[in-house]
């Protein structure tokens, strides 16, 4: 199973982006989805998550209101819509994927990761 993650990129405060994970060598629905990230010098740190059948979301509270976690199973895919971006949204943003059903925002329970993508917000 790979995950590919990509939508990155630049933008100002107030911005948005739309992040997209792939997952590729399994269906989706055997996968609890989730987002992370990590800034420089700081620690990876949860955002998002999606349940295997998209009925149930999860967010870390600075970025409730403004992302928007998703997930199409005809496409593989799952997305991260990220409006109203501030500088302090700025990190490298992990796609990651668990077999087991009740698991949160702990990144020790998701064993397969992608790649990232770097996202940047200027003020």
């Known amino acids: 199973v790979q995950l590919q993650a990509s939508g990155g990129g630049f933008t100002q405060a107030g911005g948005s982006l739309r992040l997209s994970c792939v997952i590729s060598?399994?269906?989706?629905?055997?996968?609890?989805m989730g987002w992370f990230r990590q800034a420089p010098g700081k620690e990876r740190e949860f955002v998002a998550r999606?349940?295997?059948?998209?009925?149930?979301?999860d967010y870390v509270a600075s970025v409730k209101g403004r992302f928007t976690i998703s997930r199409d199973g005809a496409k593989n895919t799952v997305y991260l819509q990220m409006n109203s971006l501030k500088p302090e949204d700025t990190a490298v943003y992990y796609c990651?994927?668990?077999?087991?059903?009740?698991?949160?925002?702990?990144?020790?329970?998701?064993?397969?990761w992608g790649q990232g993508t770097q996202v940047t917000v200027s003020s």
């Open positions: 060598g399994r269906t989706l629905s055997g996968y609890v």
């Open positions: 990651a994927a668990t077999d087991v059903p009740w698991a949160g925002g702990d990144s020790g329970a998701y064993k397969i």
């Open positions: 999606i349940d295997r059948f998209g009925g149930g979301t």
